[in-house]
């Protein structure tokens, strides 16, 4: 089985987005129980239809596979672009992970998670390949590499090409 460091060492190569996080209570008895956030431009490079559409909250399926704990399963990715329609809700989210998949787990709640994107092809699908770490240090080696994970910057962006457009520059003093 492999460790964090083969799991990085084999998506980093590919220079495809690497979306990594804290991961929140995204259950049924949860507050983000619309889905796991994740910001625009992250999505924007994987399922650019979702932008480009022109429907109202638009959505795509996402096959994908957690290779952390395995499981596979098919999941959406939806853009709620009410803003359309006179309110400011403009975000984009995960949604529809299984109940028995350990981002489904409520003991999961704050834990890193790392999101490898395969972008759709034109009329085909994205898929994801996911990495949930399990200790302080997975997710310091993690963090090393595609540096920190904070939510409340959207989370950790590799390549930094695809460094955030909508949030201010970030130090990490």
Not at 6 to 35: F, N, V, Y
Not at 41 to 47: E, F, P, S
Not at 91 to 104: C, I, P
């Amino acid at each position: 089985m492999q460790d964090v460091s083969d799991w990085l060492d084999e998506h980093m190569a590919t220079l495809k987005p690497l979306w990594a996080t804290r991961l929140p209570c995204i259950g049924s008895d949860c507050p983000d129980a619309d889905g796991l956030f994740v910001p625009r431009q992250v999505m924007l490079r994987v399922t650019p239809n979702l932008f480009w559409s022109g429907m109202v909250d638009p959505s795509e399926r996402i096959e994908m596979t957690i290779d952390s704990h395995p499981h596979g399963q098919t999941i959406e990715a939806i853009r709620f672009n009410s803003e359309r329609r006179g309110s400011n809700r403009d975000e984009t989210r995960l949604r529809g992970f299984d109940a028995d998949s350990v981002l489904g787990d409520p003991e999961s709640t704050g834990a890193m998670v790392m999101f490898a994107f395969e972008p759709a092809t034109w009329g085909g699908q994205a898929s994801c390949r996911v990495w949930m770490c399990e200790t302080a240090a997975e997710e310091d080696r993690a963090e090393d590499r595609i540096g920190p994970a904070d939510p409340h910057f959207g989370g950790a962006l590799w390549p930094n090409i695809f460094e955030r457009l909508d949030w201010p520059p970030r130090s990490y003093e």
